[in-house]
């Protein structure tokens, strides 16, 4: 490759000229797919515009890919992001929703699958997850909604009369003048 480079230097006396077409070639080696995996798809949608701009991008991923994963980003990665069209700024928060969702997958399951429609599937919760990140879509909104319902359903369950009874002991022993029904709270079963 090096010699190919030399050669395109040594036919063009003009430097910028030579330039270009040198970076054309190099940009058409395996070498260069291998090292920018994803590269010419982001520089042809406008993602990004250089080999500057790719390493600024990976290095944003691989932050996010750290503070998420606890790892490094791979190439194919890469290269599926680019191939998605997503900025880093989506692709953390797409991190972001799946560090909620890890954070409350057995909350999520036991509001929805409870006081809700049914337990929620991996895509379900992968929305949930988007939505409270920021990622707003139909599904998201729908499955947020019915999680905020399901929570306001499992807190009427703990109100009325035999969640906190009125207790009072006495000389006849303990006495719950709350239970006998009157001017209170009922409960959700009654």
Same mark, same amino acid.
């Given at each position: 490759m090096a010699n190919k480079v030399n050669s395109i230097f040594s036919q063009y006396p003009d430097t910028d000229t030579a330039i270009q077409f040198a970076l054309a070639y190099v940009r058409g080696t395996p070498w260069y797919q291998q090292t920018f995996p994803g590269i010419q798809y982001g520089m042809q949608h406008g993602i990004i515009t250089n080999e500057q701009d790719y390493r600024q991008y990976v290095t944003a991923l691989d932050t996010l890919a750290d503070r998420y994963l606890g790892r490094h980003i791979t190439g194919n990665e890469v290269a599926g992001y680019l191939g998605r069209g997503l900025?880093?700024?989506?692709?953390?928060?797409?991190?972001? /929703?799946? $560090?909620?969702? &890890? #954070?409350?997958?057995?909350?999520? =399951?036991?509001?929805? @699958? *409870?006081?809700?429609?049914?337990?929620?599937?991996?895509?379900?919760?992968?929305?949930?997850?988007?939505?409270?990140?920021?990622?707003?879509?139909?599904?998201?909104?729908?499955? /947020?909604? $019915?999680?905020? &319902? #399901?929570?306001?359903?499992?807190? =009427?369950?703990?109100? @009325? *009369?035999?969640?906190t009874p009125n207790l009072s002991l006495g000389k006849t022993g303990l006495s719950a003048p709350s239970l006998l029904g009157g001017n209170t709270t009922p409960d959700v079963g009654a």
């Open positions: 900025t880093p700024d989506i692709v953390g928060k797409e991190f972001q /929703g799946l $560090a909620n969702v &890890q #954070a409350n997958y057995q909350d999520y =399951t036991y509001y929805l @699958g *409870n006081f809700g429609e049914g337990r929620p599937s991996t895509d379900d919760m992968r929305s949930i997850g988007e939505e409270q990140a920021g990622l707003d879509s139909a599904l998201g909104q729908k499955l /947020g909604r $019915a999680l905020q &319902q #399901a929570m306001q359903r499992y807190s =009427t369950v703990f109100q @009325g *009369n035999a969640a």
